[in-house]
C-alpha cells in the first residue's frame, strides 16, 4: 500500500478493476444500488427494444469500480473529492482497468493532499470513464 505523503507528481497506478464483467455482477449492483432499469437486467428489452446489443453496466457500478482503484492503492487516503465523465458503455465480458496520475501534492491543515487523474479502459483500450479524485492522507 501507499500512503499519501508518498505520492509524487506524475506518479502513476494501474490496477486490474474486473476481468470479464459477468451479467450477475450488473445484476447484484442492481439489487445493491435499487436500479432495476431495463437497460441493465432485461436482455430482450435492451435488444429489441433499446436497440443494444446487449444489457448494458450501470454508469455507477464502472464509477464505483474506478474509485476502488484510489482507495485500494492508497493505505491512508480519505476521498475529499470525485468527479467523472462517462464515455463509453460498459458490457458483460468487459474487461476494465484503472489508471491512476497523480496531478499535484501538497498540504493542508498538516495533512498531506493530493489531486490524482482518473482513466478506466476497456479490453481494447478505449476510455470508458475519466476523471479526478483529490485525496487527503490521515
Known sequence: ?????????????????VEELT???????????GDYNPLHTDEVYATRIAGFPSVLAHGQLTMGLTARLVTSWLDDAVLTAFGVRFSR????????TGTVTVTAVGEQDGRPTAEL???TTNQEDQTVVSGYARVRGE
Open 1 to 17: 500500500m501507499t500512503m499519501v505523503r508518498e505520492l509524487e507528481i506524475g506518479g502513476t497506478h494501474t490496477q486490474l478493476l
Open 23 to 33: 451479467r450477475t455482477q450488473i445484476v447484484m449492483y442492481a439489487g445493491a444500488s
Open 117 to 119: 487523474m482518473l482513466i
Open 89 to 96: 458503455q460498459v458490457w458483460p465480458g468487459d474487461t476494465l
